[in-house]
């Protein structure tokens, strides 16, 4: 039987493994598209701080919003919880707590991305090392969750894993759509509109599959039915929520996480795809809320120790 | 080719005085010598990488702040034959049992002491002796079912007991890690020749600690490593053994003892019952009911569960009273009074200055012995008479005449040596040896044990935490050669 602390161990590890991976295709994908675009169409690197979700933080820290500060801080500043940095440390003192219930081979990954991480991490500053940087964040952590899927048993430890890897991604996702998608519903008739939307798509891993399974033109509906709708892809929330519910199947006294995230999966099957920037922000704020609350169903019933004594 | 020397005064374990291997380090030392220092740094460096990516560490600590450090590891293994480990290993039976009896009589019938064989004044001042234990009977009679002895050996090749460690010994996790790095430095070696294998360790332990729950080995009882936490410098080794036992790997706040003085850990279904604790906190931080009151580590009612048989723990609570300084002087007269035998491995000869005699003898030849109170440990108040100012030697001999129930005396034991790569060559550096003893129903020891390393020219200091490395240790079995066309 696992241990509470145990269990809230494991879903702070996966859930800061995820947020390193998404910030770096995040930060590596808007590198790409800013490169891309012609210098006189106005997208700039604030985006990225309106994603992450820590503006606040980052203006107390530098006075202005450039490309330099803006990666250092997502990717290599000590003093943001949320870097990439701080966010493989953090996975690796979780797990270094629970190294006992997981395959050896995914420690020794997470120790490794570490080791790289910390020695390295000035690479992911500079344009001319950061996709490099960047690469090996991603690739290690595919590799660690590939580890996972072929080495772990199905046990309540990795349902935990699997709970807050998703959990994670749907926060992340919600987060991408609603700076991203939302800034493009808002203007009208943006300026290679195309590209931009396929720079949404590709942030959270999606172009490809995208095109495989959409087969029409790019456009604001079609990526917004397949991020937030798509039954199939790994990366949408639709699916990032099958998979929580089907963590919390798993788990014994699941009944009340389990009821939040019905009420999320309802919600977003109400979400129109036909939308004007205001009314997707306002979905999209009311989803991530909703989403939030599963993640307190799950301290409150495991995480929290007040367990009485019979 | 790399060039083997001695240090002048001491045993060597690989080669003898000539230069010579030993007989169980022939295949060794030859291929040190024939792969060369250049070759030699490029393994140990292979070795290091292994070691920092797979995370094998230990933890010390600088301004109040625990840091993570690599295990230090050399690459050069130390060799020991299997016929001498053969009667070293009975030797540490023998005396395991005999500790193990007298814990349990001390805390029972204290016949040892009726009979004048131990005096009852030393057990009222033992600082590890515990009241609360008095009158509880674990399974088996066994109280130190984990214990790690430190072996020491002279200039005249005498394999010495320096210590015993009854409480929480560690180190076994990187006598295990030791081996798998040595392995793939020396893969060659392991496959022309007999050496054995240490792996089985987990596994004896997992069975020991099975068989002695409550309800009996088949009742497929839950057993949990008690650790302090992350920030223990052996967080590393508790981790290690959870995972190789298969068991949990729980701290003081996961677990609670109920009313009816039943043991119950915190799981995500809930509460549920542990059986049996292998507990990595030393005594007085165990339970704030009983002891210390603050310690934030323990669990409160640990002792209640205990004594009522709802919970065993390995190692007892009380077990260390059979490990401080005092009581290792009597180890060889405990051995004859409970087994009617002689003692088969050898104690430090060991001046008591609670008998008179012992005592003068003591006092005549300070400059020459090595002085030590019997209840301090970690290396505090030890003085080394031959390196000793006169000033030292007057201001101990009037400690000892004011206490001297208080302190024990020894002659300078000069730790034998093993070749170490030290800057880029190998140098002889000293050793010792901690082997592990099991004790249950039968017991275990481990094939060799953790020879740790003083890295620094001449100095007798092997602890990792004052930069002392390790090796891996090889027990060669001449008599079982592994015949060439195995090779393939």
Not at chain 1, 271 to 293: K, S
Not at chain 2, 15 to 23: K, L, N, Q, S
């Amino acid at each position: 039987m696992l241990l509470s602390r145990v269990a809230e161990n494991l879903y702070w590890a996966a859930r800061y493994l995820e947020r390193a991976e998404d910030t770096a295709r995040i930060v590596r994908e808007h590198t790409n598209l800013i490169v891309d675009l012609p210098t006189r169409v106005a997208v700039t690197w604030e985006p990225l701080l309106a994603i992450i979700g820590s503006r606040h933080a980052f203006d107390s820290r530098f006075t202005t919003a450039d490309e330099r500060s803006i990666i250092r801080w997502l990717v290599a500043e000590r003093d943001n919880a949320g870097s990439i940095l701080c966010s493989i440390e953090s996975a690796r003192e979780n797990l270094r707590s629970s190294r006992e219930v997981m395959p050896s081979d995914v420690w020794q990954g997470v120790n490794d991305l570490y080791l790289f991480v910390a020695a390295h991490h000035g690479d992911g500053i500079a344009r001319s090392s950061r996709s490099r940087f960047l690469e090996r964040v991603i690739g290690d952590v595919l590799a660690v969750n590939g580890t996972l899927t072929s080495t772990m048993s199905r046990d309540e430890a990795f349902e935990f894993l699997r709970i807050g890897r998703n959990l994670e991604r749907a926060d992340m996702a919600t987060r991408v759509l609603d700076v991203r998608a939302g800034s493009l519903m808002a203007a009208v008739a943006p300026e290679y509109e195309d590209v931009q939307w396929l720079s949404v798509l590709r942030s959270l891993s999606g172009q490809q599959m995208f095109r495989r399974t959409v087969r029409g033109p790019v456009s604001g509906e079609s990526v917004l039915q397949f991020l937030l709708h798509d039954r199939d892809f790994p990366r949408s929330v639709r699916f990032t929520l099958e998979q929580v519910r089907r963590g919390l199947r798993a788990l014994p006294r699941a009944a009340h996480a389990a009821e939040t995230c019905e009420r999320a999966v309802e919600l977003l099957e109400q979400v129109p795809v036909t939308l004007t920037g205001t009314d997707l922000h306002h979905w999209v704020d009311e989803l991530q809320l909703t989403i939030a609350t599963v993640h307190g169903a799950m301290a409150e019933t495991y995480f929290v120790s007040h367990t009485p004594v019979r | 080719m790399a060039e083997i020397r001695n240090a002048t005064g001491a045993w060597d374990e690989l080669i003898d005085a000539e230069g010579t291997p030993r007989p169980a380090a022939t295949e060794l030392v030859a291929m040190l010598r024939a792969l060369g220092d250049h070759e030699l740094v490029a393994r140990q460096d292979a070795a290091d990488l292994a070691i920092l990516t797979a995370g094998i560490t230990f933890t010390v600590y600088s301004d109040g702040r625990g840091i993570d450090r690599a295990w230090p590891f050399d690459v050069v293994p130390r060799v020991i034959d299997a016929n001498e480990w053969r009667r070293t290993d009975r030797g540490l039976t023998q005396r395991l049992r005999a500790l193990n009896l007298f814990i349990d009589d001390l805390y029972n019938d204290q016949n040892v002491v009726r009979d004048g064989v131990f005096p009852a004044d030393l057990l009222s001042g033992s600082v590890n002796f515990r009241p609360q234990c008095l009158g509880v009977r674990p399974a088996f009679g066994v109280w130190a079912h984990i214990c790690g002895s430190d072996l020491v050996r002279d200039a005249d090749g005498t394999m010495y007991v320096l210590e015993d460690n009854l409480r929480v010994p560690s180190g076994v996790s990187y006598m295990l890690e030791n081996r798998h790095v040595a392995k793939r430095a020396f893969a060659d070696l392991f496959e022309r020749q007999s050496i054995l294998p240490v792996d089985d360790y987990p596994e004896a332990l997992g069975r020991l600690l099975r068989s002695i729950a409550p309800n009996g080995p088949d009742s497929d009882p839950t057993v949990v490593l008690l650790t302090p936490g992350i920030y223990n410098s052996a967080y590393f080794e508790h981790s290690f053994l959870a995972r190789e036992i298969g068991i949990d790997l729980v701290e003081g706040r996961d677990l609670v003892v109920d009313d009816d003085d039943r043991m119950l850990m915190r799981t995500v279904a809930g509460l549920r019952p542990v059986d049996v604790v292998y507990r990595r906190i030393d005594d007085l931080f165990l339970d704030p009911e009983v002891f210390l009151p603050d310690s934030t580590l323990g669990v409160p009612g640990l002792m209640r569960a205990w004594r009522a048989g709802t919970v065993a723990i390995a190692n007892a609570p009380g077990a260390g009273v059979a490990d401080d300084k005092v009581v290792y002087a009597w180890v060889p007269d405990l051995i004859r009074y409970y087994l009617g035998e002689e003692p088969l491995l050898a104690n430090v000869p060991t001046y008591r200055c609670y008998y008179p005699d012992e005592r003068d003898h003591v006092l005549d030849h300070l400059d020459e012995l090595v002085t030590k109170p019997a209840n301090e440990s970690g290396g505090y108040g030890i003085l080394i008479g031959p390196r000793a100012t006169a000033a030292e030697l007057v201001e101990r001999r009037h400690a000892i005449e004011a206490d001297p129930r208080n302190w024990i005396a020894q002659p300078v034991v000069e730790l034998s040596t093993a070749p170490t790569l030290c800057s880029g060559r190998l140098e002889p550096r000293h050793v010792d040896l901690r082997p592990f003893i099991l004790s249950g129903e039968s017991s275990y020891v481990t094939k060799g044990g953790l020879t740790r390393v003083a890295l620094r020219a001449g100095s007798l200091v092997v602890n990792s935490s004052q930069g002392g490395g390790s090796k891996d240790t090889w027990i060669v079995d001449l008599d079982d050669p592994i015949p060439y066309w195995s090779n393939g």
